[in-house]
């Protein structure tokens, strides 16, 4: 039987078709040319062979760096080798299981990510070339960046500075795996979505034609690279348009005015962002209103979580452009149903309908169940993973006869339209990115402090759900304030994981079969979040009751917080704890803070000013 040839370096048409001088990145205070990323990847290739990296065999990438990430993909792509992108702001504990579990042949990984793991640093068993570039800082919406550079001989890109490059066509097989991402289980056992070069070309097409990219695209994207829909919506999606992707850095409550302007300053055509920037921007300045209101402009394309409809709606009434809304899952590549941006995909509140793929919504007993019944998920299509690797039971579990089991729950009425009303599967959607309650349990449950834990997600307005973990002490032992436990948790797991709160609880309740019954846990997380903010505050001040607030937002102890405590000195302060900081503010002294008063708290004085001010 004759092996079907990918074409997905095909599809790359930007990399042979593109002018040369035309921008390819623009990320931070660099811009990219064509020629010069064609340049990179190319000498990348011949990297590969000189180090005798084969078809099919794995290379970790795990890089802050945007363009060498996106050239050590592309290479990887276009030779056939399989690319596993992992966290570079992982914990030291989590890197060291996703690169065991990878068995590549290359690693190439940040300084900070190799000096901060033992496994990477002493390593003899597979060469680790260093990345030369910022040093990663947390944040939930990309990485942060500081000052300070590697740029030795030895790292990327200068190791491949001086190579001769390699432009030849290779021969790749479609159903060769092109990309793992690990989507669970990163403190224990890890799980890792296949994608093949087929499923790539599946959605690229499919991408093409329906949101009708070209070449004359600026897709402005913040998402992490580490994620499907940063990097494969992001440079993956720009190399097949022929485009130019603009990188605007993480983004937080303070630094979204910054990406509006980068939007309007370089012409940008569309955004790709998750609800929880939506609803961040509905808190922006009147001045912001008319930036995405220019004859570029076509629409903002929200991914990776739930778009409630008032958001929905608020953020096209103000800002007058469309909102597609799209559902899908790292083992569907990216997407998999539409919400627009054609009408006749359009109903807001849903996630439209199926696109270049089939759905069905299944009983229990994997029965079709009749429209707006309830009911399983089910995907099948050419932008389906190959499985999970190298997890036979966990793949078996998920596909049946090429169907997916998306494990979350759904209607479809009589137009066709799909809604997610529910999930079967144990996770967590916080800001659009997945938090498996296994992971955090067993990261808790490896402090000999702790008997037993469980973690669950809290509806929460802006970030779709907070993580809460209960913990039951030994008995044997000190029992740990859950400021200790955060610092125990952040060996163990990289900040998109850590839970946003932890309670010390006498017991977990448990059913007849001993496990734990999650609607009472949910019911007793909720009384005790209640009862917190009832306290009585007596004689306490303002600036007291702030710090109070920013030392359960941030998980620090409040004895370390002061005044002049900011980001640069709080080690929980990202992305995701200032939003639950500034809502935990609002709520405490239950006050609504003006757009400007968000953007400019930089310090936590900053915070007991404006609120001192706001009462009067």
């Given at each position: 039987?004759?092996?079907?040839?990918?074409?997905?370096?095909?599809?790359?048409?930007?990399?042979?078709?593109?002018?040369?001088?035309?921008?390819?990145?623009?990320?931070?205070?660099?811009?990219?040319?064509?020629?010069?990323?064609?340049?990179?990847?190319?000498?990348?290739?011949?990297?590969?062979?000189?180090?005798?990296?084969?078809?099919?065999?794995?290379?970790?990438?795990?890089?802050?760096?945007?363009?060498?990430?996106?050239?050590?993909?592309?290479?990887?792509?276009?030779?056939?080798?399989?690319?596993?992108?992992?966290?570079?702001?992982?914990?030291?504990?989590?890197?060291?299981?996703?690169?065991?579990?990878?068995?590549?042949?290359?690693?190439?990984?940040?300084?900070?990510?190799?000096?901060?793991?033992?496994?990477?640093?002493?390593?003899?068993?597979?060469?680790?070339?260093?990345?030369?570039?910022?040093?990663?800082?947390?944040?939930?919406?990309?990485?942060?960046?500081?000052?300070?550079?590697?740029?030795?001989?030895?790292?990327?890109?200068?190791?491949?500075?001086?190579?001769?490059?390699?432009?030849?066509?290779?021969?790749?097989?479609?159903?060769?795996?092109?990309?793992?991402?690990?989507?669970?289980?990163?403190?224990?056992?890890?799980?890792?979505?296949?994608?093949?070069?087929?499923?790539?070309?599946?959605?690229?097409?499919?991408?093409?034609?329906?949101?009708?990219?070209?070449?004359?695209?600026?897709?402005?994207?913040?998402?992490?690279?580490?994620?499907?829909?940063?990097?494969?919506?992001?440079?993956?999606?720009?190399?097949?348009?022929?485009?130019?992707?603009?990188?605007?850095?993480?983004?937080?409550?303070?630094?979204?005015?910054?990406?509006?302007?980068?939007?309007?300053?370089?012409?940008?055509?569309?955004?790709?962002?998750?609800?929880?920037?939506?609803?961040?921007?509905?808190?922006?300045?009147?001045?912001?209103?008319?930036?995405?209101?220019t004859p570029h402009f076509r629409f903002i394309a929200s991914t990776a979580g739930y778009l409630d409809a008032r958001i929905w709606r608020e953020i096209e009434d103000r800002f007058k452009t469309k909102v597609v809304n799209s559902y899908g899952l790292t083992e569907t590549v990216m997407e998999a149903l539409y919400c627009g941006p054609t009408e006749e995909t359009r109903q807001v509140g849903t996630i439209g309908k199926p696109i270049d793929c089939q759905a069905r919504i299944v009983d229990d007993d994997g029965n079709d169940v009749?429209?707006?019944?309830?009911?399983?998920?089910?995907?099948?299509?050419?932008?389906?993973?190959?499985?999970?690797?190298?997890?036979?039971?966990?793949?078996?579990?998920?596909?049946?006869d090429g169907w997916l089991r998306t494990g979350d729950l759904a209607t479809r009425d009589d137009d066709g339209f799909f809604r997610i009303v529910g999930r079967k599967k144990n996770v967590i959607i916080r800001a659009g990115l997945n938090v498996y309650p296994e992971d955090v349990n067993s990261a808790l449950l490896a402090n000999d402090a702790i008997h037993a834990a469980a973690t669950i997600g809290i509806e929460d307005d802006m970030l779709g759900e907070s993580v809460v973990s209960c913990v039951v002490a030994s008995d044997s032992?000190?029992?740990?304030?859950?400021?200790?436990?955060?610092?125990?948790?952040?060996?163990?797991?990289?900040?998109?994981?850590?839970?946003?709160?932890?309670?010390?609880?006498?017991?977990?309740?448990?059913?007849?079969?001993?496990?734990?019954?999650?609607?009472?846990?949910?019911?007793?997380?909720?009384?005790?979040?209640?009862?917190?903010?009832?306290?009585?505050?007596?004689?306490?001040?303002?600036?007291?009751?702030?710090?109070?607030?920013?030392?359960?937002?941030?998980?620090?102890?409040?004895?370390?917080?002061?005044?002049?405590?900011?980001?640069?000195?709080?080690?929980?302060?990202?992305?995701?704890?200032?939003?639950?900081?500034?809502?935990?503010?609002?709520?405490?002294?239950?006050?609504?803070?003006?757009?400007?008063?968000?953007?400019?708290?930089?310090?936590?004085?900053?915070?007991?000013?404006?609120?001192?001010?706001?009462?009067?």
């Amino acid at each position: 039987m004759t092996a079907i040839t990918s074409d997905v370096p095909q599809l790359l048409t930007g990399l042979s078709t593109q002018t040369p001088g035309r921008k390819c990145f623009i990320t931070g205070a660099v811009t990219v040319t064509y020629r010069d990323f064609r340049k990179q990847v190319a000498q990348t290739r011949r990297f590969f062979r000189e180090r005798n990296v084969k078809l099919g065999e794995r290379i970790v990438i795990a890089s802050a760096d945007d363009v060498a990430t996106a050239a050590l993909y592309t290479a990887c792509l276009l030779d056939g080798v399989t690319a596993v992108v992992i966290d570079p702001a992982a914990s030291s504990a989590e890197a060291t299981v996703l690169v065991d579990k990878a068995r590549a042949s290359l690693i190439f990984a940040d300084t900070a990510l190799i000096d901060g793991t033992d496994t990477l640093r002493k390593s003899r068993a597979t060469p680790i070339v260093p990345i030369a570039g910022p040093v990663p800082v947390r944040t939930s919406f990309g990485l942060l960046r500081r000052r300070g550079h590697s740029d030795g001989a030895e790292t990327y890109p200068a190791v491949v500075a001086e190579l001769t490059p390699h432009v030849g066509t290779d021969t790749v097989p479609a159903d060769g795996v092109a990309l793992i991402l690990f989507t669970s289980g990163t403190t224990s056992r890890p799980k890792g979505v296949e994608i093949t070069q087929a499923n790539i070309a599946a959605q690229l097409r499919t991408f093409r034609r329906h949101y009708g990219y070209g070449a004359d695209s600026v897709i402005v994207n913040h998402l992490p690279l580490h994620h499907t829909d940063g990097l494969n919506q992001g440079p993956l999606l720009t190399l097949a348009t022929g485009g130019t992707l603009v990188r605007p850095g993480p983004v937080t409550l303070q630094r979204l005015g910054g990406m509006m302007d980068m939007i309007y300053r370089e012409n940008g055509t569309h955004l790709i962002t998750v609800p929880t920037v939506l609803a961040m921007m509905s808190r922006l300045p009147r001045e912001y209103d008319d930036v995405l209101a220019t004859p570029h402009f076509r629409f903002i394309a929200s991914t990776a979580g739930y778009l409630d409809a008032r958001i929905w709606r608020e953020i096209e009434d103000r800002f007058k452009t469309k909102v597609v809304n799209s559902y899908g899952l790292t083992e569907t590549v990216m997407e998999a149903l539409y919400c627009g941006p054609t009408e006749e995909t359009r109903q807001v509140g849903t996630i439209g309908k199926p696109i270049d793929c089939q759905a069905r919504i299944v009983d229990d007993d994997g029965n079709d169940v009749v429209d707006s019944e309830t009911g399983e998920l089910w995907l099948l299509g050419e932008n389906i993973m190959r499985g999970y690797f190298d997890e036979p039971e966990f793949t078996n579990e998920v596909l049946r006869d090429g169907w997916l089991r998306t494990g979350d729950l759904a209607t479809r009425d009589d137009d066709g339209f799909f809604r997610i009303v529910g999930r079967k599967k144990n996770v967590i959607i916080r800001a659009g990115l997945n938090v498996y309650p296994e992971d955090v349990n067993s990261a808790l449950l490896a402090n000999d402090a702790i008997h037993a834990a469980a973690t669950i997600g809290i509806e929460d307005d802006m970030l779709g759900e907070s993580v809460v973990s209960c913990v039951v002490a030994s008995d044997s032992v000190e029992v740990p304030t859950p400021e200790a436990l955060i610092v125990e948790c952040r060996k163990l797991l990289g900040p998109e994981r850590m839970p946003n709160q932890i309670l010390l609880v006498d017991e977990l309740p448990l059913g007849p079969s001993g496990k734990v019954e999650l609607a009472k846990l949910r019911a007793t997380v909720m009384s005790r979040l209640c009862e917190g903010g009832a306290a009585q505050h007596g004689d306490v001040t303002v600036g007291q009751r702030v710090l109070a607030v920013a030392a359960r937002s941030f998980n620090e102890p409040v004895n370390q917080l002061t005044p002049d405590a900011s980001e640069e000195s709080i080690r929980g302060w990202d992305s995701l704890s200032y939003l639950e900081f500034i809502m935990a503010l609002e709520r405490h002294f239950d006050l609504k803070l003006a757009p400007r008063d968000v953007m400019n708290i930089r310090r936590l004085g900053d915070a007991v000013r404006i609120v001192e001010e706001r009462q009067g």
